[in-house]
């Protein structure tokens, strides 16, 4: 999700915009564009908001470094080296 989940929203709310207010039909039975614009914009807030939180949680803070150690044998398999890296 994240950013491509975020900009999909965006454009749904947009789309559900267009059709709630700028497309008129006549009035009848049946489809009519301005609930699906609706549903259209409802669901791309949901969309959004959701897409914030997991781009949001998943970002590192700057000031947290992550180190590991790695471990390596020589050819001969006798001894082990560990490296940090950062």
């Known amino acids: 999700m994240g950013r491509a989940g975020m900009f999909f929203s965006v454009v749904a709310i947009a789309a559900g915009a267009v059709m709630y207010w700028a497309v008129t039909t ?28 997991v781009f949001a949680t998943s970002r590192q803070s700057g000031g947290v470094r992550r180190s590991y150690h790695r471990e390596a044998v020589d050819s001969d398999g006798s001894t082990v080296v560990y490296e940090e890296v950062r």
Not at 31 to 43: Q, T
């Open 26 to 53: 006549p009035a009848g039975h049946g489809f009519r564009y301005s609930r699906v614009g609706v549903i259209l914009m409802i669901v791309g807030g949901i969309g959004f908001v959701a897409s914030a939180a």
